[in-house]
């Protein structure tokens, strides 16, 4: 009998058998709602196919139908974790649109609600990647801090967590007392707990072997894949919106921009944390600066009168019936704006035709746009680094599906 | 200074009230529904099916400020098969919808379920092409919570209805011609 | 005479791609240049490569309907992130057959941003890798962002339109 002499003791070759696994739309782990399909070869990723749209609530087609002032409570279901953010670059977009003139005051308040925002923000990521490792206590000391930062928001707009606060031109009243206080002791209580949450994870051995080298991506692959916010700068790219096109007063305000080096999920965390400080830097340097002024721009097309004013006054009466039935003249034209949100570029795309409602609105999602990345960066690694990776971009759904 | 509470027991602490019953040196005897009511209610434990901005405010309930654990609903599930509450947070889209159905016919009987927020009970703002206008209009739902986001005490406000859903609810209901009926309603078997 | 950096970007398109520029403006300062649809591809690869231009980022792609010209516009956002520098570049597509060649092989992040439009508008991207419906429901048939498409849901029964005052 002839036998190659090559094959004895080895195995017979076989196909390789793939296993499909469904992390689907409603999972623990996954933090919102998106499915992915995973290809994986024993435990290992070979390939993911993900699926959004699960809730799509049609945000574009909606802007069409409502007046410019309708549109914020729109936005505040983006980002929902942020959403002052979400509000006040919508306002920006439109008074650049009408070509206002913002006073100084305003613009600092919008610094400090905006960092407040932000630092609301990455604590939710921030704990989410503690409680995806194992670590639940983070995650329940970091949520009664938001608290307090939810406290601060209904002081000033009323509300919690969709905060559409603001109006066009500024804000519809000054920040009370009550309000000056609980931000002052946000400031001094924040930083000792923040401080706690990272002596707990930032040298932890457990959590850097966890982290450190999972779900990389090099920073060309970020720049082609038009990452931005602190994904990218895990990867190392310096693009902050905040300083390559400041707005509302950014530059006169003085804070680094953390990058990190690898892309990993352990450089995600660090650099949010860091944006965490530094934005306790910036609100501290807003608080001493800030200047006195009216607290709203001069915006006759929709800054509603002061009551008194109404009642006595008849220009004041008619600006009120304009705004109110929607009559006023808004300039044709396109404009872009961006913010830095809690995720990156957060783009206004506005075509006006002269009418009350917006004839086009893009919103240019940062979690939309860097999302597509996720197949190529968990491609060869284990399904927990791959929940791990997911929860590091800080994927929201509302801003993956508008 | 520290007050007494009633029965004794030790201040800032209260018991749950005892169901009507015939006592006696060793034992208690009261009716079936009575006690299974009673351990229902105080041991839910809630499928958090969370998708948007509702969910945030049930992290914050599920937070130690808002402490939703002390009603019992320590255990989150996130397996239908292991639930008995099924709360909708969120708004849900009609590509959702399917996945929603399935989910809800997964859970094991005696099941209940508590829509929570505006989007989930009747579409909320979102009255377009492709968001589902209510959650009623394919699973039966219980309690609806209204707020957009409903703030952590309506959440707790709701919780406490299920709970006497939960502690009234006859044990032969879930086996009631009513009940088989409503659930064809929907077309569920 | 020093050139200002928008300046230099339309004397480098023009150097190559005179024929296809069709109108330029400057809305609040923010670049807009309208061009042929038919060499769109190898502009932006131009645009990405050239020293003087450079841009390397793609912010994002988006379509507009505009009903009165039966055009479906496709508008690519650029960034020059080293130099700042944004422009933004219109194509017009005609509503019926609104198709266009797509630049996932310069940009691996417009994949999804033209499955979006594809999605909205209809807009057919030759070359894409996986053109199908991202955020709809896949066995929706018609293009919802289109301007004559309703935005609600036409088949509910349960709103009384006369108390909606329409």
Redesign the interface.
């Known amino acids: 009998m002839d036998m190659d002499e090559s094959l004895i003791g080895q195995a017979p070759p076989e196909e390789k058998q793939y296993s499909y696994l469904n992390l689907?739309?409603?999972?623990?782990a996954t933090h919102?709602?998106f499915q992915n399909v995973l290809k994986m070869d024993g435990e290992i990723i070979v390939e993911a196919e993900p699926t959004?749209?699960?809730?799509?609530?049609?945000f574009?087609?909606?802007a069409?139908?409502r007046p410019y002032a309708q549109i914020t409570?729109?936005t505040?279901?983006l980002n929902?974790?942020s959403a002052p953010i979400n509000n006040i670059g919508w306002h920006m977009t439109v008074e650049?649109?009408l070509g206002t003139e913002i006073p100084k005051r305003v613009q600092y308040l919008r610094v400090i609600i905006m960092e407040l925002a932000r630092i609301t923000d990455h604590l939710?990521c921030n704990a989410v990647i503690g409680v995806d490792t194992g670590a639940l206590t983070g995650?329940?000391y970091l949520?009664?801090q938001?608290?307090l930062v939810?406290e601060i928001y209904e002081e000033i707009c009323g509300a919690?967590?969709?905060t559409n606060i603001g109006r066009i031109g500024g804000f519809e009243r000054d920040f009370s007392p009550k309000a000056w206080a609980k931000i002052h002791q946000f400031l001094k209580e924040f930083p000792v707990i923040l401080k706690e949450f990272e002596n707990l994870l930032k040298r932890n051995r457990i959590f850097m072997d966890r982290t450190i080298g999972v779900g990389g991506i090099s920073d060309e692959?970020a720049?082609?894949?038009?990452?931005s916010g602190p994904n990218l700068r895990a990867a190392g790219?310096d693009?902050d919106v905040r300083v390559?096109?400041p707005y509302s007063s950014y530059e006169d305000f003085d804070f680094i921009i953390p990058i990190g080096s690898n892309g990993d999920v352990y450089d995600r965390f660090m650099v949010r944390q860091e944006e965490m400080w530094q934005s306790l830097r910036i609100i501290k340097q807003a608080i001493d600066k800030l200047p006195d002024g009216p607290f709203h721009a001069k915006v006759p097309e929709f800054y509603l009168p002061p009551k008194e004013e109404v009642y006595n006054n008849m220009e004041a009466l008619i600006y009120h019936f304009k705004i109110v039935m929607g009559e006023t003249d808004i300039p044709k034209?396109?404009?872009?704006h961006?913010v830095e949100g809690g995720n990156g570029?957060l783009?206004f795309?506005l075509?006006s035709d002269g009418g009350r409602t917006p004839?086009?609105l893009?919103f240019?999602r940062p979690c939309?746009?860097?999302?597509?990345?996720y197949p190529e960066m968990i491609k060869g690694s284990m399904l927990s680094d791959a929940i791990l990776t997911m929860s590091s971009m800080n994927v929201i759904?509302?801003e993956l599906?508008? | 200074m520290m007050e007494r509470v009633e029965n004794g027991s030790k201040p800032g602490v209260r018991m749950a009230e005892k169901p009507e019953g015939y006592e006696g040196t060793g034992f208690f005897a009261t009716s079936l529904e009575k006690v299974v009511g009673m351990a229902r209610k105080n041991s839910i434990w809630p499928l958090p099916f969370a998708t948007s901005c509702c969910g945030i405010e049930f992290m914050a309930t599920m937070g130690a400020h808002y402490d939703l654990a002390r009603f019992g609903s320590e255990r989150l599930s996130f397996s239908p098969r292991q639930a008995d509450l099924l709360m909708v947070m969120g708004t849900i889209a009609k590509k959702m919808g399917p996945v929603l159905r399935q989910v809800y016919e997964q859970m094991a009987e005696p099941r209940w379920v508590l829509s929570v927020g505006a989007c989930a009970s009747s579409g909320g703002i979102f009255d377009t092409y492709s968001v589902l206008q209510g959650i009623d209009r394919i699973i039966p739902v219980d309690v609806y919570v209204p707020g957009c986001p409903p703030r952590p005490e309506q959440i707790i406000d709701g919780i406490i209805k299920i709970q006497h859903l939960v502690e009234t609810e006859s044990l032969r209901r879930r086996d009631s011609q009513e009940y088989k009926a409503m659930l064809n309603k929907f077309g569920i078997e | 005479m020093e050139f200002s950096a928008e300046d230099k970007v339309i004397n480098t398109l023009k150097e190559k791609y005179e024929g296809d520029v069709l109108h330029i403006e400057s809305p609040y300062n923010f670049l807009t240049i309208t061009l042929k649809k038919e060499r769109i591809v190898e502009i932006i690869k131009y645009l990405y490569s050239h020293p003087e231009t450079g841009f390397k980022y793609l912010t994002s792609i988006g379509g507009v309907h505009y009903p009165e010209l039966n055009q479906i516009a496709v508008v690519y956002q650029l960034h020059n992130l080293i130099a700042n520098l944004r422009v933004r570049l219109k194509i017009y597509l005609p509503v019926e057959n609104p198709v266009t060649e797509t630049i996932t092989s310069i940009f691996a992040g417009a994949n999804w941003m033209e499955r979006e439009t594809y999605d909205f508008y209809g807009v057919n991207f030759i070359g894409h890798p996986n053109l199908k419906r991202i955020l709809n429901v896949d066995d929706m048939i018609i293009f919802p962002m289109r301007k004559e498409y309703p935005l609600e849901d036409q088949t509910r029964e349960d709103k009384n339109d006369s108390m909606f005052g329409r």
């Open positions: 689907g739309p409603t999972h623990p919102g709602i959004i749209g699960y809730i799509h609530r049609a574009e087609k909606l069409e139908r409570p729109l505040d279901r929902y974790c650049k649109l939710i995650f329940v949520f009664q938001r608290e939810y919690r967590l969709t692959r720049l082609n894949y038009s990452f790219v693009y390559a096109a034209g396109e404009v872009y961006c570029e783009g795309y075509i004839f086009r893009q240019r939309f746009i860097y999302y597509q990345a759904a509302g599906d508008a």
